[in-house]
């Protein structure tokens, strides 16, 4: 059996490491991975391959940035090449990005077998790019592999046959078990005893000038009480120099690899984020996350986790980070099948 993995941006990567180990434990499965490149910096993409163990792709597309259609499209064009080429039985997409929609895509029209690996999330908002993704590629998909008990329910409601559905539990979680005890390794590392960890990367929040200058001095609001430690994604990088927005008296830090990622998680006082695998790390490590969007794709960090959506509104995040700092932070439970074999159980479903 011949699985071709698609992956492209820095939250796939750390979900395409512990499905390819458990794959790498049968018998005759050969596997191919391709990179999209949709992101290319160093520490967007190879350190998250070092750090997690994958090989070097088999296959790198090179699409770079662009709008979504000319990423989706580049993608696309250069992907049909390549799955020609390697003839696979079964590709593998992951999550909510560009690569898995234009892969599925380009799959489906080809008649070639497509998996998704985390189906069934919806936020059910549709100016979230992610949301478009989500839904057309589960559509596309003949195999879904579904994180939680919500995303059975979403994808039955969109009429997706119960027999393509297979509830295996959390994949990122699988990285995130696994490399625990060496993120921890790196103790305190120099950073403050007590800090808010920051990340910003979302469209709606970052690419409005009035929107982000708003973050911002929520941000700046934060600090007088606590550091705040702010990795800014490119993306957000770019936004603030772009509007001259001054962000000195945050620590903000180029891109964290992911060990070290996990252990400034963990030793958080707070997360603020609006990053959607982020809010279920925060879940899975029991540090209080407040979510700066007002929805999320990820109900059960909500109902079960740790995890607190405060929107764009800078009172809700006043009010719930005091609330933490006098000890009175949310404690959440790890929902059902976040336990480090999600990756193991896909590998069942599609071998054994
Ligand atoms: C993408 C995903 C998003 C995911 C995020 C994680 C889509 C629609 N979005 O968003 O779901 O949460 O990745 O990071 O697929 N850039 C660099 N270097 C890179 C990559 C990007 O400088 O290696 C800059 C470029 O200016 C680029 C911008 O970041 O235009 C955005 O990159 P892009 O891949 O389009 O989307 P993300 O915001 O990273």
Redesign the pocket.
């Known amino acids: 059996m011949h699985i071709l993995h698609v992956v ?4 796939n990567f750390m979900k395409l490491a512990p499905v390819l180990r458990a794959l790498s434990t049968r018998n005759n499965v050969r596997q191919t991975i391709v990179h999209t490149g ?4 160093a ?3 190879d350190v998250f391959f070092q750090q997690l163990g994958v090989p070097a792709p088999d296959v790198n597309l090179a699409v ?3 709008s ?1 259609a000319q ?1 989706t499209a580049g993608i696309m064009t250069r992907f049909e090449a390549a799955v020609l080429d390697r003839k696979p039985g079964m590709v593998l997409v992951y ?6 929609v234009a892969a599925a895509l380009v799959c489906a029209k080809l008649q070639i077998k497509v998996g998704h690996v985390e189906a069934g999330l919806r936020s059910f908002d549709r100016t979230m ?2 949301e478009i ?1 989500r839904l057309v590629t589960d559509q596309l998909a003949d195999v879904l592999f579904t994180p939680s008990e919500d995303g059975d329910l979403n994808l039955a409601r969109e009429g997706i046959a119960k027999e393509k559905i297979h509830l295996v539990g959390n994949v990122m979680i699988d990285s995130l078990v696994r490399l625990l005890p060496e993120a921890l390794k790196h103790g305190r590392n120099g950073f403050p005893e007590s800090y808010a960890l920051v990340t910003l ?3 709606s929040n970052v690419d409005d000038g009035g929107t982000l200058s708003e973050i911002l001095q929520s941000l700046l609001e934060v600090s007088k009480n606590l550091a705040v430690l702010f990795p800014a ?3 957000t990088r ?1 936004r603030l120099e772009a509007f001259g927005m001054d962000a000195r008296q945050l620590r903000v830090l180029d891109p964290v690899p992911y060990v070290e990622f996990i252990n400034l998680q963990r030793n958080a006082t707070v997360v603020i984020t609006d ?3 982020i809010q279920e790390e925060t879940t899975y490590l029991g540090v209080p996350c407040l979510t700066l969007r007002d929805n999320t794709e990820r109900p059960v960090t909500v109902s079960q986790g740790t995890n607190i959506l405060v929107g764009k509104d800078p009172e809700k995040l006043r009010i719930e980070l005091e609330s933490i700092l006098q000890g009175n932070a949310k404690r959440g439970t790890i929902p059902p099948l976040w336990d480090g074999y999600a990756a193991e159980r896909i590998a069942r479903v599609l071998v054994d």
């Open positions: 492209g941006a820095r939250p949709q992101h290319y910096d520490n967007m993409s770079g940035s662009g979504h990423q999550g909510d990005v560009n690569s898995a790019p992610e993704n990367h979302r469209p994604h490119p993306r770019q990053s959607g695998g």
